[in-house]
């Protein structure tokens, strides 16, 4: 199909996480953890200690690796670079944003799932018309 996006099929797709430490930790323990020959990591724990410049060098990373397939990130995370959350349009890697124990899962704060609903509004509006 024209304009289709191109998926890696290979099977070394990585999944990146950006959370709270208990968030990532669970992920590690889960076998997602990964470090490379460079010593960089598909993950970034987040603290009070790190800055929004941080969160949002490992997004931008994160999201131009070839060998990720999944962005993870914590809502609350997500929230401190909205603007760069919702202005990803990319399929690969999708980015997908995750409670974490200290902070509820709010969707009307959801970037994908506002998307989402806009398409089938869109779509529903566009089959009434037929």
Known sequence: MA????IPTNSSALIAIIADEDTVTGFLLAGVGNVDLRKKTNYLIVDNKTTVKQ?????KEFTAREDIAIVLISQYVANMIRFLVDGYNKPVPAILEIPSKDHPYDPAHDSVLSRVKYLFSAESVASDRR
């Not at 969160?55 to 997004?59: G, H, P, S, T, V």
């Open 3 to 6: 304009g289709r996006a191109n």
């Open 55 to 59: 969160i949002e060098d490992a997004f």
